[in-house]
């Protein structure tokens, strides 16, 4: 079986700081409102906070593009509220994961701003710098940025290019330079030292670059990120990574995995001797996704498919986490579930809230997820906020490619700003989020979805994530259990049992709009009742199981052998 850690049996629930609560009236979230909302964060149960960068930033890219990688953002307080926060946070017995943007740095580092001065600064090597092809005038290969056109830019100063797998403002760090992984570690140390628990790494498989910088093999060109994910010395960088920052430590070391095959994850964090503890995946949470924005349809079959792949492939030699939602993606309910009525969204989130908490795999939360956020109603281009989307409709729209309805139809189902509109604490027009104009739009069902709604009534989806994660910690085939589909080709139910030996719990979730039946598996009758949201008529929640049953549209349930 698995050796235990904290990190297996946590969950986690993730800030996006500049959304989540204003203190001072500008309008952005800070970090004196994380640290007033903490109460809100520990009520439900959660063992450990992943807060999005902090840190200084031009925000280019809502703070992934970090000007310094020691300090906190003026416009998100002081250091001095940092360390309250990580005080506070631990006070309340959760642990805290800082984000690690170290793929690449904003152009305004002052590290970059030395390295481009002239092609014989000192940190020179600090970035990914390549003559042009043609005289120089054409970019050294045909790689693309992540957020639209060429992945190189030429600076004026020197005439050379410099690689930046995202926006212009965003240049790669260069990892084949001992002095630039140095002073990355220093970085990484000064926050391990101030006692975080560990780091969210970003896009952290893309560190190794392909020797020689060649053009996109052909079967790459459609998904880079695979290409990118796979360079030479990832192991090497990230073990080194793991001896000199962590130093035996038991923190975490979760890193966001785009591009990474299940195959390449099992290597990336085996139990024991992996340089990382878990991977944050994309293949559920992008099973809708075409290249890039666009959207294409998925079946149940196909999701379910996804996680009996990875028990297959990481199954019990590497660990995973379960991330269906973030400030990267649209909002869990709207994208998995049912928001056609209020008790369809509720029943619906609850369901989904019970399957991230039993799949195999240390949960991710994403703030306003446990209310029951939808995604916003973006209408036109100049509603976007994300770099990503408006790099997209650039590429795309203006060029002629794409027609802009065709384009705006794709992007509101994909779009990460849905992720990224204030929290709605309350049925306020700004939502209890601040006291003055926000940065970003308010959802404009702020009136009916809010936390102080959520909390006042029992059965609510607040209050569902809460017992489910105590239910949760009170299960351990739930955490450390094998996963088996139980009906990988049912179209509507999502059947699987997790099991460590003789002790099992079935989970049975009808991911549609219609009745489904579920025949119960014989070892399963009889097993006791754990869980039932959305039961038609409640009192058959009760009862042991047998036969068949019966589950309502987006009824959730959950039994244990006795
Ligand atoms: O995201 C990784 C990433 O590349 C995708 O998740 C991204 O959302 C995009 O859709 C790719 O098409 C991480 C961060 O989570 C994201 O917020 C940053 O923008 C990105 O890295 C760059 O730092
Ligand atoms: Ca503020």
Known sequence: GHVRHWWKEAVFYQVWPRSFQDTNGDGIGDIPGVIARLDHIAGLGVDAIWLSPHYDSPNVDNGYDVRDYVSVAAEFGMMADFDRLLAETKARGMRLIVDMVVNHSSDEHAWFVESRAARDSDKRDFYVWHPGREGGTKPPNDWRSFFGGSAWSRDATTGDWYMHL?????????????????????AMRFWLDKGVDGFRLDVIAFVSKEPGLPDYPPRHRKAPEYYHADGPRLMEHLTRMREEVYRGADKVAVGEAFGVTFEQAARLVAEGTGPLDMLIHFDAVRIDRAEGWRWKP???????????????LMGRTAWRTICLSNHDNPRLVSHFGDTSTPALRRRSAILLATLILTLKGTPFVYQGDEIGM???PFARIEEYD???????WTDHVETGAVAAEEFLENMWRTTRDHARTPMQWDASPTGGFTTGTPWFHVHPDVGVINAATERADEGSIYHGYRRLIALRKATPPLVYGDYADLAPDDPRLFVFERRIGEEACLVALNM????ATLTVPERFVGAAPLMAEGAEPAGDAAAPLGGEIMLAPWESRIWRTT
Do not use: C, M
């Open 512 to 515: 549609s709009s219609e009745d």
């Open 386 to 392: 994300d770099v990503e989307a408006k790099g997209a």
């Open 374 to 376: 939808t995604n916003y």
């Open 298 to 312: 998925f079946t149940l079959p196909d999701l379910k498919r996804v996680f009996s792949e990875q028990e297959r």
């Open 166 to 186: 995202f926006h212009e403002k965003q240049p790669d760090l260069n990892w084949e330079s001992a002095a630039a992984r140095e002073a990355i570690f220093e």
